[in-house]
């Protein structure tokens, strides 16, 4: 039998997945190794945290993708930290049981609201019901009483796909309804789970939330460009461009830029936490970034194989103001990328003939 950690957890939780689990979420966290044992006691012997989750107008992708990770269990230590009270997805309780544990949790306890999913606001919100009410009732009624919320996914925190152009239903996140409540955006389509885990351990070892962005998103999370910790960023600096996919500079692993990849101005640590816990993420298996954790990318990040216009990157390092520089570096006419891309051009030209020539 696997030996089992002795704590408040679910025994199946074995010892190697359950203290991996905390040590990448203390990675992710920016903590130092000395920090570990005080994560593991505050995950192993905290009192779990009440959590309300509400799906408004989404897939379900982002409960999907965080049940589904596998190694080292991650899935099972968040819903092991916490105590889900209500959840549509997953809860066995159903109907009027369904709805009463509900309302016993927001009426007799304090806890954290999760909400998964926009907002639809236009014909007084009719376009999402659940048990007779609307998405809009639903947040108004629980929202007050939440101690905290953690709008969880892209539609949650901007609106997502639903809010994209023309926005037929008058889909916003949870922010544009609620502004009296510390709300924690934990953007993605769908997030990494370890960035929610993070956020909850970090809520649990040092009894307050992490750093948020002016966008609301947690700093340790969303602090850093995704083109700041591309493994390609040597050949962009280099000005070695993917031309189009499937030809040889793709298959070199140049940078995916040029055909649309959208890391220079898109604020996420995917390239250090990665995916899937095989240790990939969507550029290193050669597809752009096409910017999911910002405001508006539906919109903003269109068409997803299209470069981005001419903006200006920013010197490296820590961007404290994430979101203002994603809107200055899209706003800027400056040659940067521009210019980067104009000599790559021309470098890869000069490689290409130089490889001729050398043939
Ligand atoms: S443009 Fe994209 S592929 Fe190229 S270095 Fe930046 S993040 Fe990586
Ligand atoms: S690489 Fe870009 S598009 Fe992909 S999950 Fe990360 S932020 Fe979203």
Known sequence: MADTVKTNLDPQLDRRGFLK??????????????????????????????????????????????????????????????????????????????????????????????????????????????????????????????????AIGTCATFGGVQAAAPNPTGAVGVMDLVSDKPIINIPGCPPNPISFLGTILHYLTFKRLPALDSLNRPLFAYGRRIHDHCERRAHFDEGRFVEQYGDEFHKLGYCLYKVGCKGPETFSNCPVVRFNDVDVWPVSVGHGCIGCTEPNFWDTMTPFYERLPMVKIPATGIVKKADKVGKTILAATAAGIGIHAAVGIGKSLIKGKKKDEEA
Request: glycine share 6%; aromatic share 4%; hydrophobic share 45%.
């Open 21 to 150: 689990g905390c040590t990448i979420a203390a990675a992710a966290l920016g903590l130092s190794d000395a920090m570990i044992p005080k994560l593991v006691e505050a995950a192993a012997t905290a009192e779990r945290p009440r959590v309300i989750w509400l799906h408004f107008q989404e897939c379900t992708g982002c409960t999907e993708s965080l049940l589904r990770s596998s190694h080292p269990d991650i899935g099972r230590l968040i819903l092991d930290i916490i105590s889900l009270d209500y959840h549509e997805t997953v809860m066995a309780a159903a109907g009027h049981q369904a709805e009463q544990n509900l309302h016993d949790t927001v009426d007799n306890h304090p806890f954290i609201l999760v909400v998964e999913g926009a907002i639809p606001t236009k014909d007084n919100g009719i376009y999402c019901k659940i048990a007779g009410k609307t998405a809009m009732d639903i947040l108004a009624e629980v929202a007050p009483k939440a101690s905290a919320i953690i």
